[in-house]
């Protein structure tokens, strides 16, 4: 399984990295998370460097992807080279979920015409404009489809991927590894009562 967190110039470590971190907590073989750029690096909002770990040519033929947040996301919607790859997201094949800017860009590329999104405060005004519903909810899935608002939602979005492509059990596990101690069972109990709702009522896999 491929998981790509698609990061772009600007990006919010948060949003890409504790993805990053969590969905990391799988250990399967064959199980790979990369960070998916532009080009051969991006720098974050803070200055943190990141190199490409892969293309967004290869995220596109990911099994999952997430498409993470940013300053510049406004830019990237407005990039031609970019949206033309990213047009190849397809969620009849592959898990697709944005972070908090992240759905504007879904948004634009049309895959939010009949679903409700989840996002950031800052980007709310801009995903109503691009005609789609915002949420005022940290989490929100239809088939294969998710968004998160707020930066500290991210895990939502990676403990749902890990729950549809490996099963709850593995999902609940990477959770409680990363909560704080003492605050273990709380944290899970509050994820998964965000993300259960929007979970296939059967098996958990992608077909």
């Known amino acids: 399984m491929h998981i790509a967190i698609l990061t772009f110039e600007g990006y919010n470590e948060l949003d890409s990295l504790i993805a990053l971190g969590v969905l990391n907590r799988i250990k399967t073989d064959g199980w790979r998370v990369t960070i998916a750029t532009p080009g051969p690096k991006v720098t974050s909002m803070n200055g943190v460097v990141v190199e490409q770990m892969s293309t967004l040519e290869e995220a596109c033929a990911a099994d999952a992807v997430i498409v993470g947040s940013g300053i510049a996301t406004r830019e990237v919607v407005e990039d031609p080279a970019i949206m033309s790859v990213l047009r190849r997201l397809d ?69 749902w991927i890990i729950a549809r492509l490996e099963g709850n059990e593995a999902a609940e596990s990477a959770l409680h590894y990363v909560a704080p101690v003492g605050e273990k069972e709380e944290y899970i109990e509050r994820a998964w009562r965000n993300i259960t709702p929007y979970l296939p009522a059967a098996a958990p896999a992608l077909a």
């Open 91 to 159: 969620p009849s094949r592959q898990l697709i979920a944005a972070q908090c800017s992240g759905a504007l860009v879904l948004a634009r590329l049309g895959l939010l015409s009949d679903i409700p999104a989840c996002t950031d405060l800052t980007t709310k005004p801009w995903v109503i404009a691009a005609g789609v519903e915002v949420l005022n909810q940290p989490f929100y899935a239809k088939d294969n489809i998710a968004t998160a608002g707020g930066c500290l939602a991210s895990h939502y979005l990676a403990a």
